[in-house]
Every structure is written in structure tokens, then in C-alpha cells.
T-cell receptor, first 114, second 112 residues
Framework: ETGVTQSPTHLIKTRGQQVTLRCSSQ?????VSWYQQALGQGPQFIFQ???????GRGNFPPRFSGLQFPNYSSELNVNALELDDSALYLC?????????????FGPGTRLLVL | SQQGEEDPQALSIQEGENATMNCSYK?????LQWYRQNSGRGLVHLIL?????REKHSGRLRVTLDTSKKSSSLLITASRAADTASYFC????????????FGAGTTVTVRA
């Protein structure tokens, strides 16, 4: 176990709805990264937060947004859900200044968009 | 876009045999890491190798890195049923602002 938790574990939404996914990082980690993993693919980087500020973003549209709170927990929000948003969403935390090194992943939230 | 590509896509071996998988990438990198994922759950970090290193060991794992060929290999020796998982390489590079870029993974099945 990495100490990174995510909620909920599973979620079913319909197209056009909005969803919020949550992540609590490992103690002492103030950097959180979010990834989308489609079935049979590797994780794709969505964005990263460091000390409550966005610190890098992948090739995802603005309807994917995030927040990081003072306790370093984080949220991923997706608006206007599309069928292709169905995926496993993973968050990962890392030590300050070492985000490119070892990342500690949570178990993920599996989102199904109907 | 994904920087790394793993080969093969899938591998089936007998318990006790060795498993080798390869990763190729496109641009110069800072570090390369290998992660394991069991049944669509979270990823577990296995090993990190820096661009100035050529080989690294951790328990039954051996990783090599050839920066001239832009490739890496992961060897699991004396495999066990518990090694059944998907294995991903991930690189960080200046071109991606040092954010991790994962390949599509190799699915390894270890038969008892």
C-alpha cells in the first residue's frame, strides 16, 4: 500500500454530466499528478499540482480541471462528460522537487460514461 | 503522446522461467522507470534508472538502459505466479517538461 487513497472506487455517469474525483496524497507529499488510463493503454498525464498551483498539463481539454487543497489532497473535475472519458483515473503523489522520480499511485477510480 | 513503447504486448511463461520485456522511446530522457500494475489497479514503482546509468538491479529485477538505441529492458528472473501483471516503462524528458510519459505496457502471465 502506498498511502495514497482515491474516492470513489467506481462511478457511472451519463454523457453531458459532470464528475469530481478525489485523491489524498501520501503524508509529506505536496505534489499530486493525475492520469487517465483507457482500457489496454498506459496512463496518460492530465496535469500536476504543486503547492495548490497547476504545475504542468498534458494534452487534455479545459473541461478537465483540478484543485489542490492546503492539506495537499486534490480533486479532478470533468465537465460535459463524453463516452471516451470512460477510463481508470489515477492520482499519484511525490516528494517536493522530485515529481519526475518515484511516484506513489492510488488504486484509481474507474469511471464509466454511458 | 506516449513516449515509450513496450515489446512484446503480451508474454506467457512458466513459473521459474525468466521474463524479458523491452521499452523503446523517442527523445532524449532524464530518467526511465518501470512500474507494475495488477488487474487494472494502481501502479507500483519497481525501479528507476538514470540516463547516465547502464544497468541496475533490485532483487529479481534487472534493468538495462541503452541511450544510443533509446531502449531499455526489464528482466524478471525466476518468475512467480505473483509476477502476473502489466509492466509499464515511463520516461521523463525535457520535451515533456519532465512529466512522466508511459508506454502501453507488456502483460505478463506466469503459469503455475
Amino acid at each position: 500500500e502506498t498511502g495514497v487513497t482515491q474516492s470513489p472506487t467506481h462511478l457511472i455517469k451519463t454523457r453531458g454530466q459532470q464528475v469530481t474525483l478525489r485523491c489524498s496524497s501520501q503524508s509529506g507529499h505536496n505534489t499530486v499528478s493525475w492520469y487517465q488510463q483507457a482500457l489496454g493503454q498506459g496512463p496518460q498525464f492530465i496535469f500536476q499540482y504543486y503547492r495548490e498551483e497547476e504545475n504542468g498539463r498534458g494534452n487534455f481539454p479545459p473541461r478537465f480541471s483540478g484543485l489542490q487543497f492546503p492539506n495537499y489532497s486534490s480533486e479532478l473535475n470533468v465537465n460535459a462528460l463524453e463516452l471516451d472519458d470512460s477510463a481508470l483515473y489515477l492520482c499519484a503523489s511525490s516528494l517536493p522537487g522530485l515529481a519526475e522520480e518515484t511516484q506513489y499511485f492510488g488504486p484509481g477510480t474507474r469511471l464509466l460514461v454511458l | 503522446s506516449q513516449q515509450g513503447e513496450e515489446d512484446p504486448q503480451a508474454l506467457s511463461i512458466q513459473e521459474g522461467e525468466n521474463a524479458t520485456m523491452n521499452c523503446s522511446y523517442k527523445t532524449s530522457i532524464n530518467n526511465l522507470q518501470w512500474y507494475r500494475q495488477n488487474s487494472g489497479r494502481g501502479l507500483v514503482h519497481l525501479i528507476l534508472i538514470r540516463s547516465n546509468e547502464r544497468e541496475k538491479h533490485s532483487g529479481r529485477l534487472r534493468v538495462t538502459l541503452d541511450t544510443s538505441k533509446k531502449s531499455s529492458s526489464l528482466l524478471i528472473t525466476a518468475s512467480r505466479a505473483a509476477d502476473t501483471a502489466s509492466y509499464f516503462c515511463a520516461t521523463d524528458a525535457r520535451v515533456n517538461d519532465y512529466k512522466l510519459s508511459f508506454g502501453a505496457g507488456t502483460t505478463v502471465t506466469v503459469r503455475a
